[in-house]
């Protein structure tokens, strides 16, 4: 019932190891189910994977955003960090980066249930709580947000938004996303 296992959360770690010591079996019955076990203990993460594309968690065109900009954040931060850590993010900082793309005001309530959504399937933990009206809620964002939008979909975002804005270059619609 977990969207991605992870070495060093308490709440799936147990889970992590007795997939690991039990691999061969996990990859013969999900290969049955059409599904590949992806083990990427370098970055300590476990997903699956389904080559039909089913069995995926859909979110909104704003979650999306918010999804790209977390996955952003994760890995301006990595490459701060001398060693790999917790990378821990401000709710400041994720507005801003919102912000610079100029679609408009976000609002908090719209944030926070993008935010609750990212952490039911394990992408990040929220370490302060999300109700209270400050804008230092620490989010810590975990590896998996580096395996929950694939290489091949961020292409074919890019892809999109290049045919968008030649489509609006020439005078056509004049919405970017």
Do not use: W
């Not at 918010?66 to 990378?87: A, C, D, G, H, T």
């Amino acid at each position: 019932n977990e969207c991605f296992i992870l070495k060093n959360v308490n709440d799936t770690a147990s889970d992590y190891r007795f997939i690991l010591a039990n691999r061969v079996l996990f990859e013969e019955v999900l290969d049955l189910l059409g599904y590949e076990l992806i083990v990427r203990d370098d970055q300590g993460v476990i997903t699956l994977n389904n080559p039909n594309g089913t069995g995926r968690v859909h979110f909104s065109m704003l979650e999306s955003i918010l999804l790209l900009i977390l996955r952003l954040l994760y890995i301006e931060k990595m490459k701060e960090l001398s060693q790999i850590n917790e990378v821990i993010v401000y709710l400041e900082d994720i507005y801003d980066k919102y912000n610079m793309l100029g679609r408009g005001r976000l609002r908090k309530d719209q944030l926070l249930n993008a935010l609750r959504s990212f952490k039911r399937v394990n992408l990040i933990q929220n370490l302060d709580r999300m109700d209270s009206g400050n804008m230092d809620i620490r989010i810590q964002i975990y590896p998996s947000i580096m395996f929950a939008v694939t290489s091949s979909s961020l292409e074919d975002l890019y892809k999109t938004a290049q045919d968008r804005l030649i489509e609006f270059a020439k005078g056509g619609d004049d919405k970017l996303l």
